[in-house]
């Protein structure tokens, strides 16, 4: 139960830091308005996959969105190591979060059909 708990808890602190460091230690443009959606970190505290959104749905931001946090991964994980008080810090892997766009799409599914409710 306490590891659960800490696991938790440091998935926490890695989202709130991360979307801090993105947004005041990476200069890298691919990567503005991204914002940390979520953070898996497995039960011993070697990996961590950090879900990511970007406002655009073309493909061709998502890639270079990808190629740019995947770049800045090496800072990141070292600015991490400094600001978490734990003994090794993660392997750290972005993935985008697939969950806002398919809530989105549910949302317009729906709106239709209550358009077509109307006539």
Do not use: C, W
């Not at 991490?80 to 806002?100: A, C, H, M, N, W």
Request: aromatic share 6%.
């Amino acid at each position: 139960m306490a590891q659960n708990f800490r696991v938790g808890r440091l998935a926490q602190e890695i989202q709130r830091e991360v979307n801090d460091i993105l947004q005041k230690r990476v200069r890298d443009p691919r990567v503005s308005g991204v914002t940390i959606t979520g953070v898996d970190v497995t039960g011993d505290l070697q990996h961590a996959t950090i879900y990511y959104s970007i406002l655009s749905d073309l493909a061709s931001d998502a890639k270079k969105t990808q190629q740019g946090l995947d770049k800045a991964s090496g800072l990141i994980r070292g600015e991490l190591g400094k600001r978490l008080t734990i003994y090794v810090t993660p392997e750290l892997k972005f993935e985008q979060d697939k969950s806002v766009r398919y809530g989105d799409h549910i949302d317009e599914l729906l709106n239709k059909l209550r358009q077509e409710d109307r006539f």
